[in-house]
């Protein structure tokens, strides 16, 4: 089961540090999981730049230039931030059972576990 999904906030645990123009440190909300390739993109994280050609579209208009997007950083580098300690943490399932009209279910829920300070 995935520790990161889409929409969880986490935070940059290893490369530059921020006064040396990296990441590490930053927060940010993943805009998207690469589960084949062990890849999140992170919301203004890791931020290179894209050289598109230049064309032109239906209505006469040009297309093209230089624009600058996320790119992905490997999964190991980054974790999920506690709600309540704003802090890196590790993330938990347990298992709970939740009824709804009268029908028993169990259900695996992802929970934050104590943060600590070595993370």
Known sequence: M?????????QVLNGKKQENGGDRGKQGK???????QN????????????HNRVGQSQR???TGGIETMEAPIH????????????KPTRVGHRVEEQTKDGVKRTVRVR???KSGKDL
Request: charged share 30%; net charge positive; aromatic share 4%.
């Open 75 to 86: 999964i190991s580098n980054v974790a999920v931030v506690d709600p309540s300690t704003k």
């Open 30 to 36: 993943v805009l998207e999981v690469l589960a084949d």
């Open 39 to 50: 890849r999140v993109i992170v919301e203004g994280v890791n931020f290179v730049t894209k």
């Open 111 to 113: 929970y934050a576990k």
């Open 60 to 62: 006469g208009t040009k």
């Open 2 to 10: 995935a520790k990161i999904k889409k929409g969880d906030l986490v």
